[in-house]
């Protein structure tokens, strides 16, 4: 069974820093993606990671893939207030259809 | 147009109720699914349809009741709610094959509230 999990659970953060969220998964899976949910809301997609190597960016965010260490991580550049918000990373294994979620980190952004 | 519809967006019941979540989407997939959310935000899935098949189903109790009369559609049933069944239930849907590159659609939930 495809299990993920996330760290750090819990990040507090200065505006203007740099950071990393990590999203470690134990079976072989070439599908990663990362959501944003923010409170009250619905999950948003925010990356969609298909191959190994695969590096997606977007404004402060930028998402990549190492199938072969089975991590994904999510880097923050310069964080923004706006970036606050609970990050999901969840990975589909190679055979099968079940999306399995990491637990989220909930990130809040200082100023 | 909202690509996957839950309704009721909130749900206040008393304990021993019957109450049912209802979801829709206009996207074309031919997959949907529920996933509940505690409240430390871990998200769970619960069932799975395909074109109207049930493909994944966890161990949750017996009073949950997944129905898809079509694909456009999956409903969910819940007996004799309990104090434990207060969570967010969220609605997903996508297609399977050559368009996982697009993984998941999600509703915007249905807070469950049970006194």
């Known amino acids: 069974e495809l299990k993920v999990e996330q760290n750090p659970l819990f990040l507090s953060m200065q505006e203007g820093k740099n950071y990393t969220i990590y999203c470690n998964y134990s079976t072989t899976s070439d599908r990663l993606y990362w959501y944003r949910q923010d409170p009250g809301k619905s999950l948003e997609s925010l990356f969609v990671l298909l191959s190994n190597g695969a590096v997606k960016q977007e404004g402060r965010l930028m998402a990549s893939l190492d199938t072969k260490a089975r991590l994904s991580t999510l880097h923050i550049t310069a964080a923004v207030h706006d970036l606050s918000a609970t990050y999901f990373c969840a990975a589909l294994p190679t055979s099968g259809s079940r999306l399995t979620f990491g637990e989220g980190t909930q990130l809040t952004v200082n100023p | 147009d909202t690509a996957v519809s839950q309704t009721p967006k909130y749900l206040v019941t008393q304990m021993g109720n019957d109450k049912s979540i209802k979801c829709e989407q206009n996207?074309?997939?031919?997959?949907m699914y529920w996933y509940k959310q505690d409240s430390k935000k871990f998200l769970k899935i619960m069932f799975s349809?395909?074109?109207?098949?049930?493909?994944i189903n966890e161990t949750v109790p017996n009073r949950f009741s997944p129905k898809s009369p079509d694909k456009a559609h999956l409903n969910l049933h819940i007996n004799s709610l309990e104090l434990g069944d207060s969570a967010v239930y969220f609605c997903?849907?996508?297609?399977?094959?050559?368009?996982?590159?697009?993984?998941?659609?999600f509703g915007s939930g249905t807070r469950l509230t049970v006194v």
């Open positions: 349809y395909n074109n109207k098949e049930l493909i």
């Open positions: 997903a849907s996508s297609s399977q094959g050559p368009s996982w590159n697009y993984g998941y659609t």
């Open positions: 996207l074309g997939h031919d997959t």
